[in-house]
């Protein structure tokens, strides 16, 4: 059974910093992709970014390159996203996804939920103008 565990949800001011983390257990060693997704009250779920677990290659949505950085730790099965210079816009709800029973050769699908299977329960991140 896969569990992902988010943290680091946080409200900080327009300008700053935050870094969530995504604790993964019951995955493959690689080949397959982690994701965080981000979505709001009546909103559509929303890619953020992506990673390849064991490769290293990343994707970014638009609205973030530049700023957000989604790295890997493989001794501690987690995922992160660094997320920089925060604007209001950015407020919601993220969630990590990974889906390990899906492999891929070296780059992941497109950021939309429907690659992904498993999903955690979601960090609140807060960003105040």
């Known amino acids: 059974q896969v569990h992902l565990v988010e943290s680091g949800g946080d409200s900080v001011q327009a300008g700053g910093s935050l870094r969530l983390s995504c604790a993964a257990s019951?995955?493959?060693?690689?080949?397959?992709?982690m994701g965080w997704f981000r979505q709001g009250p009546g909103k559509e779920r929303e890619g953020v970014a992506a990673?390849?677990?064991?490769?290293?290659?990343?994707y970014y949505a638009d609205s973030v390159k530049g700023r957000f950085t989604i790295s890997q730790d493989n001794s501690k099965n987690t995922v992160y996203l660094q997320m920089n210079r925060l604007e209001p816009e950015d407020t919601t709800m993220y969630y990590c996804?990974?889906?390990?029973?899906?492999?891929?050769?070296?780059?992941?699908?497109?950021?939309?939920?429907?690659?992904?299977?498993?999903w955690g329960q979601g960090a609140q991140v807060t960003v105040s103008s």
């Open positions: 996804t990974a889906n390990p029973r899906k492999k891929y050769s070296g780059s992941c699908p497109p950021l939309l939920p429907k690659w992904y299977r498993y």
């Open positions: 019951g995955t493959a060693a690689g080949g397959y992709c």
């Open positions: 990673i390849y677990i064991g490769g290293g290659s990343t």
